[in-house]
């Protein structure tokens, strides 16, 4: 794979994190994630991303970190050899980190695209106390008693001295200290023996020992005598709680005492000193076996902790994602009251008239027809009072249509309500979480506006689907009767039998004819309304299943579009749960790759080299 394509990779995980760093930061009860997504973020930009792009693995980088007034700068200067180091009883005092190159060939300074992230490097000396994302590179003077061809312990590394781990919120400082722990190869915890329990300090160990850090514990200020005590209950206290690293192994932390000592040795740590200098020394140099295996552990580590860290990235967006749920019940409760409105106001009196014009066709249908329309005429006369009649008392009875609002209208005024709601709870929880107080910004001026234009351009579209689904139920009913010859002429026969018989009844009942014969006309009457409301009852029947259907439609058509709509409208047009969706799809996958690029380069970096063959000499003539 080209370079340029591990940049790429590298590059856009980094920003990733960087972003879901700064998202955390945003929302205090995330805060604790925010060390974590950095430090990955460091780790991909300062380790992962030079190994791949096969950058030579010297120099080694060993750095120097601890709570305030813990000895820091006495440590710096030890491994130096020589006082380099600010020492300042002011806590806090470091803020940005210095890089001390000992003497010897010059390094190769690492040039990756993204190292050290927004820090860049100081052309000029300035105090340790200057607090800027700024990093300065110092070299550690020759020893005068020094000889020729004098090689420093530390030659293959660049000590670095951090600012003080003081408290998660000091976000400049505290992330400059992460972007070297996460460059370095060996670090070295430096607790002194009154504050070495402190909570900060103790989680920045916590942290490193996850990133598979390699790591030295540099015990100070105790008295001589006190030492192998203090050693102990640091082992017990601390280092007996430290997490597992990433490869699932129990962290083996070597632990070095540096008592109180005189000013005399303080000041010549390569004199007198040494003795304590040569400890810290031989455990640093113990855990680096070469350079290149080294560079080979720190970097996949890197990548296991890295792998590590994916999988709780839905911690991060868990409150995001919880709110969100609550966003989209909102917006579900609001499509049952729009759907509740519609059915209530609308469908509940809606009549559909034109089931009429179909219902009395259907009536016709039964009808004589051709020359059965003269014995049809007879009967049309015979049922004239009852028809009369009929009318009479039904215009007495039954109270005039009520006018119903029109389906606009209606559908209108439930999607303002709709809206409404979304709005007042929008407003209502604003203060709780981003995603509400971004809805609740750009309701007015995006969020309506767009779901009223939506809703317009559905609601056309739902007119012609509803106009051609009632014609469409109006046919099917005829049609089904006209196109069942069999069907229809048993019902004629059967409706003019019945007719006959009922004359005939009533003839041979009332023979001689008398005032009897005047039930003829209330029997085909009565012959006639079973008929019609037969009809009615076959029409009533279709006309609910078109209301059934009128709102299956207008579910489909109307408020589930726009439901779907507005439950992702939060995450879209740019907002930041959309860019946190995006990311928290980016980043798994990302790290997966990289994590397999790395193992595939490390083992091939430590794989053991096959000695060539020795030249064997061809045996002596005799």
């Not at 972003?19 to 009860?29: A, F, I, K, V, Y």
């Amino acid at each position: 794979m080209q370079p340029t394509e591990h940049r790429s990779a590298v590059g856009q995980l980094a920003d990733d994190l960087r972003w879901l760093e700064d998202h955390c930061r945003r929302q205090p009860e995330l805060s604790a994630h925010a060390a974590t997504l950095r430090l990955a973020s460091a780790l991909t930009r300062n380790v992962i991303g030079p190994f791949l792009e096969g950058q030579p693995p010297r120099p080694l980088h060993v750095s120097v970190v601890g709570g305030a007034g813990a000895g820091k700068s006495t440590v710096v200067n030890f491994l130096a050899g020589a006082k380099v180091a600010e020492a300042n009883p002011q806590a806090g005092f470091t803020r940005h980190p210095t890089a001390f190159l000992p003497p010897g060939p010059a390094f190769q300074w690492p040039s990756y695209l993204g190292f050290l992230g927004s820090m860049h490097k100081l052309s000029e000396d300035k105090p340790a106390s200057v607090d800027e994302d700024v990093y300065q590179v110092k070299r550690v003077p020759l020893p005068a008693s020094a000889k020729e061809g004098y090689s420093h312990p530390l030659g293959e590394f660049v000590i670095w001295d951090c600012p003080d781990m003081t408290t998660w919120a000091a976000e400049n400082y505290v992330g400059r200290l992460l972007e070297i722990s996460a460059l370095s190869d060996v670090i070295v915890y430096v607790a002194s023996d009154e504050r070495y329990n402190d909570a900060v300090p103790t989680e920045f160990l916590h942290l490193l020992v996850k990133a598979g850090k390699a790591v030295v514990v540099a015990l100070t200020k105790m008295r001589p005598q006190d030492a192998d005590a203090f050693i102990e209950h640091f082992k017990q206290e601390i280092l007996g709680r430290l997490p597992r690293l990433p490869n699932g192994e129990t962290p083996a932390v070597p632990v070095v005492a540096i008592p109180h000592m005189s000013v005399a040795d303080r000041s010549d740590p390569a004199g007198a000193g040494a003795h304590y200098r040569v400890q810290l020394l031989n455990q640093i140099l113990v855990q680096c076996e070469s350079d290149a295996l080294t560079r080979a552990r720190t970097v996949t580590n890197a990548a296991k902790y890295l792998s590590t860290a994916g999988e709780g990235l839905l911690e991060v967006a868990k409150r995001d994602f919880s709110e969100l749920d609550a966003w989209k019940s909102a917006v579900q409760s609001g499509k049952a009251a729009f759907e509740e409105r519609y059915r209530r106001e609308f469908l509940s009196g809606e009549q559909f008239r034109r089931f009429d014009r179909f219902r009395e066709r259907l009536t016709d249908l039964l009808e004589l027809p051709a020359a059965g329309r003269v014995v049809g005429g007879i009967f049309w006369g015979l049922r004239a009072p009852y028809r009369w009649t009929r009318d009479a008392i039904y215009g007495l009875l039954v109270r005039p249509d009520v006018l119903n609002l029109s389906e606009e209208s209606v559908l209108s005024g439930a999607l303002a309500g709709w809206l409404d709601a979304l709005h007042t709870e929008a407003l209502r929880k604003a203060g709780a979480h981003a995603i509400w107080k971004q809805v609740s910004i750009r309701f007015e001026s995006e969020l309506a506006p767009q779901a009223r234009d939506r809703f317009a351009t559905d609601f056309r579209s739902f007119e012609l689907k509803e106009t051609d689904d009632l014609e469409q139920a109006g046919r099917a009913l005829v049609n089904g009767l006209e196109k069942n010859p069999a069907l229809l002429y048993s019902l004629r026969g059967g409706k003019l039998a019945v007719d006959l018989a009922i004359i005939g009844g009533v003839v041979y009942s009332t023979w001689p004819p008398g005032w009897g014969l005047l039930l003829i006309p209330l029997g085909v009457s009565a012959s006639h309304q079973t008929a019609e409301l037969a009809t009615r009852a076959v029409a009533e029947g279709a006309r609910q299943r078109v209301r059934s259907h009128r709102e299956s439609l207008m579910t489909a058509s109307l408020s589930a579009p726009l439901a779907n709509w507005l439950t992702e409208w939060p995450a879209t047009g740019g907002t930041s749960l959309e860019k946190l969706q995006q990311v928290l799809r980016r980043v798994p996958e990302s790290i997966r790759t990289l994590e397999e690029r790395v193992v595939a380069k490390a083992a091939a970096l430590t794989q053991p080299k096959e000695a060539p063959p020795v030249p064997v000499a061809a045996p002596a003539g005799p």
